[in-house]
């Protein structure tokens, strides 16, 4: 892991000197709650683990923090971090101290009483406007009683704010976290190097987030998956009718150039054959299977249909002549439909569980993707679920990271 962190000039973890040091740990403890404050999924708080045991085993101190939800400057106590602290605690079997503020007395106090096997965890750094004003006083603020700066917050990368960026601008010690050297290990080689045939499969909402990464991506793939509503857009530019479909009107005329230019570089481009079809978006809706470009004035396509699933479970699995053998690399970011309905999920979870049976290095791309694996219960089966949706396709696009930039160099 660490080779892909030194060509960046960024240090690793096992780099630092942490006995009796007190580290300021930037986590992505952005976890989703429950209406009673309960944290529903902890996949965020469990990849931060790794990084705070051997912080404690070098014989540092852990001091965390991280932003939950978008409080916009203010004091929200929904979104307090103190059910993340309660369920960092039963992971670790330790006590993890909860000030009421991130920064300030009861911050200061905290840490500076803080003993071996304890983690203080700053409250919701959100709470202060300065946070995303990528604040550099407020961020002196925050690592005044720190000694080293590590950032572990991958999702958080893409953000150039304080606790991301400004901080490692101020504190001449710091480092990446065994998370973000992870990332960052499979993120890496899909930007060219990746095994071939390598494929990548883009779904979700819309292509606008999309353009720089699939851009990039036409010149290391060997072939372009599409699904979910973005695949509407695609076939608008083909010139099919798509019903009440959800379509980017003013991104169809983009979609033709990226058609052509999958032409130009003999890239297969793969799109939906038939759609289940919708009048309405509920859990009780009635659908139907409809073929690409019969939809229905009031029909929207909901999921990609039994024809289209069995082209592209065939592609996958090599039994297609789609593609030169099995795919060896797999990068896949946004579902096949709206998968939180069970009735529109099926092709979504066929594509999860194709994926996982594939003899390939799998990357999940994060956010619903990585909530897509889950559900088809083969999170385990894949070789890497990214922690974060946004940085990870900014990282693919070719974009610089904020919190990765300014990592670079320090103390050595």
């Known amino acids: 892991m660490s080779n892909i962190l030194a060509e960046l000039n960024v ?88 000030p009421d503020d991130c920064v300030g007395e009861a911050a200061q106090h905290l840490i500076g009483n803080q003993r071996d096997n304890q983690v203080v965890l700053l409250e919701n750094l959100r709470f202060h406007g300065a946070e995303t004003d990528d604040n550099e006083d407020f961020a002196r603020r925050l690592s005044a009683h720190c000694d080293i700066f590590v950032n572990d917050a991958f999702g958080a990368m893409h953000r150039a704010h304080a606790s991301v960026s400004a901080v490692a601008r101020v504190m001449p010690d710091r480092a990446a976290g065994l998370l973000v050297a992870k990332e960052l290990t499979f993120l890496t080689p899909l930007t060219g190097g990746a095994e071939r045939p390598y494929i990548a499969i883009l779904g979700g909402a819309k292509i606008a987030g999309k353009i720089e990464v699939i851009e990039r ?35 169809v005329q983009l979609a033709r150039h990226l058609i052509g230019r999958c032409t130009e570089l ?25 073929t690409a470009g019969a939809l229905a004035h009031d029909q929207m396509a909901v999921d ?33 439909g709206i998968f939180e309905m069970e009735n529109f999920a099926a092709g979504t979870m066929a594509l999860a569980r194709a994926i996982a049976r594939a003899p390939a290095v799998s990357v999940i791309g994060g956010g619903d993707s990585a909530s897509a694996v889950r559900k088809a219960g083969v999170q385990t089966m894949v070789s890497h679920v990214s922690t974060g949706g946004g940085a990870s396709l900014e990282f693919l696009a070719g974009n610089v990271l904020p919190g990765l930039a300014a990592l670079r160099g320090g103390r050595r």
């Open 11 to 98: 240090r690793s973890l096992g780099e630092l000197h942490l006995q009796g040091k007190r580290v300021l740990l930037r986590a992505d403890f952005n976890v989703p709650l429950d209406a009673d404050g309960n944290v529903t999924d902890d996949t965020r708080i469990t990849a931060a683990l790794p990084t705070i045991h051997a912080i404690q085993k070098a014989g540092g101190r852990v001091i965390a923090c991280s932003h939950l939800g978008r409080p916009k400057g203010k004091r929200v106590t929904a979104l307090s971090l103190e059910p993340v602290a309660t369920r960092l605690a039963e992971l670790l079997d330790q006590d993890v101290l909860l």
């Open 217 to 251: 991506l036409l010149g290391c793939v060997d072939g372009l998956m599409i699904g979910g509503a973005m695949a509407n857009t695609f076939l608008a530019a083909t010139g099919l009718p798509m019903g009440g479909s959800k379509v980017e009107t003013d991104k």
């Open 266 to 290: 003999e890239i297969p481009l793969w799109l939906p054959e038939d759609h289940v079809a919708a009048r309405e978006i509920s859990p009780d809706a009635d659908a139907e299977i409809v």
């Open 304 to 336: 990609i249909g039994p024809k289209t699933i069995e082209r592209y479970t065939m592609i996958l699995d090599g039994t297609s002549d789609g593609l030169d053998g099995a795919p060896k690399s797999i990068f896949w970011n946004g579902p096949m």
